[in-house]
T-cell receptor, first 114, second 113 residues
Framework: DVKVTQSSRYLVKRTGEKVFLECVQD?????MFWYRQDPGLGLRLIYF???????EKGDIPEGYSVSREKKERFSLILESASTNQTSMYLC?????????????FGNGTRLTVT | ELKVEQNPLFLSMQEGKNYTIYCNYS?????LYWYRQDPGKSLESLFV?????AVKQEGRLMASLDTKARLNTLHITAAVHDLSATYFC?????????????FGKGTKLTVNP
């Protein structure tokens, strides 16, 4: 079974702090993704990566950056956390190409910015 | 821009009844997905549909795809309480050689005894 592990289940940070969310997958997947999930808005793609050191912006990249130095690890960085970044963050991975290869999600990190 | 509209957003039904969740999308795609999310948990893949007319069934859930109508449906037969969850459809979008999913807002299903 694919395992996608997010380092923190709950996180509370202050406005202006730099925040790191870590995600590790153990199935040698090429693709990795960061989504945020908000009530009434569903899941929205922040960034994704299809290879080491490769990254592409998703639909809502503003205020975020990412890092992928190793194939198994994909980090989401909030450069200066703001209250509107309070959300549930979901990491996912998949094979490439992704035909017949659904996303495998981690358990999520619920981030609160105060 | 690909838009995915799912309805209803909330569904309360009695055990034993049938119902369908609809997922419309705005641009051509041949790959659609259904995910389930239990409260406080992450998303779990249910179905992957890859071609027009594709139908997949598991237990009381059946997913079908009509690419001409740009409609993806999830049919629930004789609902049981264990099916209570939020269901998301997702549509694959090609973007610069990589594929990404655009999700609907989810349907929160509550099955009452």
């Amino acid at each position: 079974d694919v395992k996608v592990t997010q380092s923190s289940r709950y996180l509370v940070k202050r406005t202006g702090e730099k925040v790191f969310l870590e995600c590790v997958q153990d199935m040698d997947h090429e693709n990795m993704f960061w989504y945020r999930q908000d009530p009434g808005l569903g899941l929205r793609l922040i960034y994704f990566s299809y290879d080491v050191k490769m990254k592409e912006k998703g639909d809502i990249p503003e205020g975020y950056s990412v890092s992928r130095e190793k194939k198994e690890r994909f980090s989401l960085i909030l450069e200066s956390a703001s209250t509107n970044q309070t959300s549930m963050y979901l990491c996912a991975s998949s094979l490439w190409p992704s035909a017949m290869a659904p996303l495998h999600f981690g358990n999520g990190t619920r981030l609160t910015v105060t | 821009e690909l838009k995915v509209e799912q309805n209803p957003l909330f569904l309360s039904m009695q055990e034993g009844k049938n119902y369908t969740i609809y997922c419309n999308y705005s641009t051509t795609s041949d790959r659609l997905y259904w995910y389930r999310q239990d409260p406080g948990k992450s998303l779990e893949s249910l179905f992957v549909l890859l071609s027009n007319g594709a139908v997949k069934q598991e237990g009381r859930l059946m997913a079908s795809l009509d690419t001409k109508a740009r409609l993806n449906t999830l049919h629930i037969t004789a609902a049981v309480h264990d099916l209570s969850a939020t269901y998301f459809c997702a549509v694959e979008r090609a973007w610069g050689g990589s594929e990404k999913l655009v999700f609907g807002k989810g349907t929160k299903l509550t099955v009452n005894p």
